[in-house]
């Protein structure tokens, strides 16, 4: 049985002219009956018999001692008062024991329970307010203080045990949760209101994520975490040893972390996470640090900043941003801001804005999309990609970086436009020959709307890389270079390009393709196109019936295509229209064979058959679209006829040798 007060205070009765009804009486019986049924003292069930009589003032006494008087869940009442004469005053009938059940929290069934509650909207059912009350789970249910100092991780985890969705409401002290690991299981979210603070001390994380089918996370909060470990993390995924996946990070903001997300040692991946909004000040280590996901893995609006206290931040010697070994990555509006121009600037190797290295990924998996994202005053280089095999970039960009500023290593096709890097050329303490945009054993990229300003080395460099074409280049002041490129290249291309300012030359090139360029806005000739002559000397001696190349050591119109001491054409990989002209003006004989040849790789490819009609100087010529594949080499050979030996006359105007792509 449960017995509850009728009444919270001792009840008062009095006679019809308002006066206390002194030695009056008041009796139950059961309702609907003339049956009498006791009434209590206590919680306890005491009895205080079925009638108890009224004091002078008109209160319940029993044993000289005025009392609240306690009922009988169990039972329907129906009460009597009479007046000393014992003069019935009233009788009610069917008084409900759930009045005063309000007030009774222990037992699940009363309380709120009684309460019946409805929407105001047409289709609503009703039901109880117990109901209401569990449908959202808050850390103060469990008794959490929310003062900054008490420890409430009990509550979080009791709260947290439900596996329930957990509310944390704001308190402007925050909730501190000692060095307490907070779990967070498969389709359970810890939600803060208002980026309400948490502070924590672990040694080795703040809250484990656990999910492994339905999707959990960790939103609106604010973490410091002053004190902890060096090894600690805000926010763990717990892959040590099973997969942890569809996980929503969103609207947290970070400070004083050695790491503010990361993953735990260990076998397992993570796969299906989304992680937006967050906000990273004051770092003490690498602040996003994950070597092993699968799937889908996307991070939208960023902002790692560890110069928010200016000169007093403590020295970043580490990669802000850290991905290792991942299927699909994509960062948008991703803002990472370094140190350099706040504390002694000193190039660190290790000090990397963003590092990404998908070296050694299974099945040749590794898409990274970026998109917005920008690094800015980094003490290292600025964007190091390492090993990936599809990336896909718009509006990246690094700023006054000591190290280079956008590198690309060991990575095979790709894709970007709007890629920018402005480097440290002037500034102290930076990499000698920095370098701007670093492409490096890559392959298979299409670049547009390129930019490089200031960078100590070139503006762009590229290293031992085949298929490169980039396309709207800008490139300024740099210290060596525009463009150079460097290595074992081939089938490289840049079109549409404006140098400026570089402190060698526009460009050094291999046999990469540069067309349609400007240098300080004087157009410059296309790398690939070349036109060669004698510069005036003749070439003599030349034996009839023989096969003899033809030398033109002058080159009018450069190109790196074209060696002048072999007098060979070697250009990028494309389509070209190649013409030679020459006078031969020597021992030419009425009606003998000049030919002249183009030959390719060493053997004859087009000829031109001429028969001159008189025994005079006489001019032949050549012209013939060929295909090159960007090793292909061609040379001018002539087979002249007749007796004696030949002249090749070296006029300007009289013998050349020129291409040009089509």
């Known amino acids: 049985m449960a017995y509850y007060p009728a009444t919270s205070f001792v009840p008062q009765f009095f006679s019809d002219p308002g006066v206390p009804l002194a030695g009056g009486s008041i009796s139950a019986q059961v309702a609907g009956s003339s049956t009498p049924t006791p009434m209590y003292l206590d919680g306890a069930g005491t009895s205080a018999g079925t009638s108890i009589t009224l004091n002078a003032r008109g209160e319940p006494q029993v044993s000289g001692n005025t009392v609240v008087i306690w009922l009988d869940s169990a039972i329907t009442y129906k009460f009597i008062l009479k007046d000393a004469s014992a003069v019935s005053k009233w009788t ?87 060095t307490t690991v907070i779990p967070v299981v498969s389709g359970q979210f810890f939600t803060g209101e208002n980026q309400v603070l948490i502070k924590s001390q672990s040694t080795t994380a703040c809250f484990l994520l656990q999910g492994y089918d339905y999707e959990s996370g960790v939103r609106h909060f604010r ?7 060096a090894s600690s993390s805000a926010i763990r995924f717990d892959t040590s040893v099973n997969v942890v996946w569809r996980v929503r990070l969103d609207d947290l903001r970070f400070e004083n972390c050695y790491a503010a997300i990361d993953q735990a040692a260990g076998p397992a991946y993570i796969t299906d996470v989304i992680c937006k909004d967050l906000s990273i000040i004051r770092p003490k280590g690498t602040q996003i640090n994950f070597h092993l996901s699968r799937g889908s893995f996307k991070w939208e609006r ?23 070994n991942y299927a699909g990555l994509e960062l948008y509006k991703f803002d990472v801001a370094g140190q350099n121009g706040y504390k002694t600037q000193v190039y660190d190797a ?69 890629i920018y890097a402005r480097g440290g050329k002037d500034q102290s303490g930076k990499l000698a020959g920095q370098n701007g945009i670093y492409l490096d054993t890559t392959t298979d990229f299409v670049l547009s709307s390129v930019a490089a300003d200031s960078n100590d080395g070139a503006g762009i460099l590229v290293a031992t890389c085949s298929n490169i074409g980039m396309s709207a280049v800008k490139s300024a002041n740099s210290g060596t270079y525009g463009y150079l490129e460097s290595g074992t290249s081939s089938g490289n291309s840049v079109t549409e390009a404006h140098f400026v300012g570089n402190t060698t030359a526009p460009f050094s090139i291999i046999n990469a393709r540069i067309s349609n360029a400007k240098n300080a806005g004087t157009r410059l000739a296309d790398s ?51 013409s030679a002209s020459l006078a031969i003006t020597a021992s030419v004989v009425s009606g003998s064979e000049l030919t002249i040849l183009i030959y390719k790789n060493g053997s004859a490819f087009y000829q031109a058959d001429y028969y001159p009609g008189a025994s005079s100087a006489t001019s032949i010529g050549i012209n013939r679209a060929v295909v090159a594949n960007g090793i292909d080499y061609f040379e001018v050979y002539v087979y002249l006829a007749g007796a004696g030996n030949k002249t090749i006359g070296g006029a300007v105007l009289q013998s050349s040798f020129e291409g040009h792509p089509i």
């Open 302 to 324: 960023v902002n790692i900043d560890s110069v928010v206290d200016g000169a007093s931040s403590t020295l970043v010697t580490y990669s802000l941003a850290k991905f290792v």
């Open 92 to 178: 009610i009938d069917s008084i409900a024991a759930s009045i005063g059940l309000l007030g009774n929290s222990s037992n699940v069934a009363l309380g709120d329970a009684l309460v019946a509650v409805k929407q105001p909207y047409s289709g609503a059912v009703a039901t109880t307010q117990h109901a209401k009350n569990t449908e959202r789970i808050s850390v103060r249910d469990f008794g959490a203080i929310g003062d900054g100092t008490t420890n409430d991780a009990a509550a979080f985890l009791a709260a947290g045990a439900t596996g329930r969705e957990v509310f944390v409401p704001y308190t402007s002290s925050g909730y501190n949760l000692g």
């Open 223 to 229: 973490f410091d975490m002053t004190g902890a470990g």
């Open 528 to 578: 690939a196109s070349f036109y060669a002559h004698k510069n005036g000397t003749d070439q003599t001696g030349v034996l009839p019936t023989t096969f003899t190349l033809v030398t033109f050591g002058t080159a009018a119109i450069s190109s790196t295509a074209y060696n002048t001491g072999t007098s060979r054409w070697t250009p990028p990989a494309g389509t070209y229209q190649i």
């Open 350 to 418: 290790g000090a990397i804005g963003i590092e990404i290295d998908n070296t050694g990924a299974p099945g040749g998996t590794g898409f990274l999309w970026m998109d917005r994202v920008r690094v800015e005053s980094s003490m290292g280089p600025g964007i190091s990609i390492k090993g990936n095999n599809f990336f896909y970039g718009n509006m990246v960009e690094t700023f006054s970086t000591l190290g280079d500023g956008i590198r690309f290593l060991n990575c095979t096709i790709g894709q970007g436009t709007n």
